[in-house]
């Protein structure tokens, strides 16, 4: 199994600065022969189904604000808001589809306002 | 766009079989190259994938639920359903269907499923 460990499991920020959410995989998600990292970030808020914000670990998808972005490579990721809105409030997943036999999610970080 | 519902009953026996059936609405179930999975959260906790299938019949099941796990497509109706056998309260959850490219999206608004006599 990939297992997927994000840093910090909670981090409180103050509007209008940055935050930054870490993600490890136990092993390369990284396809050699594309060169594609599989990987995405997903935001949950109370009470709804998680919502994707990037997959290819750094393609945002449609709709999606700019200030969110996806960096990192092979096995240490990186889920970025430049300028955290209230509506930010929420936990963040990463998730491996490296392993097609068995898909993972991180534990989750749940990001507050300070 | 594409929606997804899960439909089901909210309430399930220990020791029986919970079934849960996902209608895709806004287009079809068979068209592009999509899998579509189920996902299960328990309250509080991080999200489990339990499987996916194609539009062929072709299943993947998560190793940790295959052995009560069975994922169906009825292409026809434009859904596919899940069936997990020998339920405890540990699978006591909300229940996530969700198109799948990997990664997932779009995913349904989700069921809780309870099990408990």
């Known amino acids: 199994d990939i297992v997927m460990t994000q840093s910090p499991d909670s981090l409180a920020v103050s509007l209008g600065e940055r935050a930054t959410i870490n993600c490890k995989s136990s092993?390369?998600?990284?396809?050699?022969?594309?060169?594609?990292?599989?990987l995405a970030w997903y935001q949950q808020k109370p009470g709804q189904p998680p919502k994707l914000l990037i997959y290819?670990?750094?393609t945002r998808e449609s709709g999606v604000p700019d200030r969110f972005s996806g960096s990192g490579s092979g096995t240490d990721f990186t889920l970025t808001i430049s300028s955290l809105q209230a509506e930010d409030v929420a936990v963040y997943y990463c998730?491996?589809?490296?392993?097609?036999?068995?898909?993972?999610f991180g534990q989750g970080t749940k990001l507050e306002i300070k | 766009q594409v929606q997804l519902q899960e439909s089901g009953p909210g309430l399930v026996k220990p020791s029986q079989t919970l079934s849960l059936t996902c209608t895709v609405s806004?287009?079809?179930?068979?068209?592009?190259?999509?899998?579509w999975s189920w996902i299960r959260q328990p309250a509080g906790k991080g999200l489990e994938w339990i499987g996916r299938?194609?539009?062929?019949?072709?299943?993947n099941y998560n190793p940790s639920l295959k052995s009560r796990v069975t994922i169906s497509v009825d292409t026809s109706k434009n859904q596919f359903s899940l069936k997990l056998s020998s339920v405890t309260a540990a699978d006591t959850a909300v229940y996530y269907c969700?198109?799948?490219?990997?990664?997932?999206?779009?995913w349904g608004q989700g069921t809780l499923v309870t099990v408990s006599s």
């Open positions: 299938i194609y539009t062929s019949g072709s299943t």
């Open positions: 969700a198109r799948t490219l990997g990664w997932f999206d779009p």
């Open positions: 806004g287009g079809s179930i068979s068209s592009g190259s999509y899998y």
């Open positions: 290819w670990a750094s």
């Open positions: 092993q390369s998600v990284l396809y050699s022969s594309n060169n594609k990292n599989y």
């Open positions: 998730q491996q589809y490296y392993s097609t036999l068995l898909y993972t």
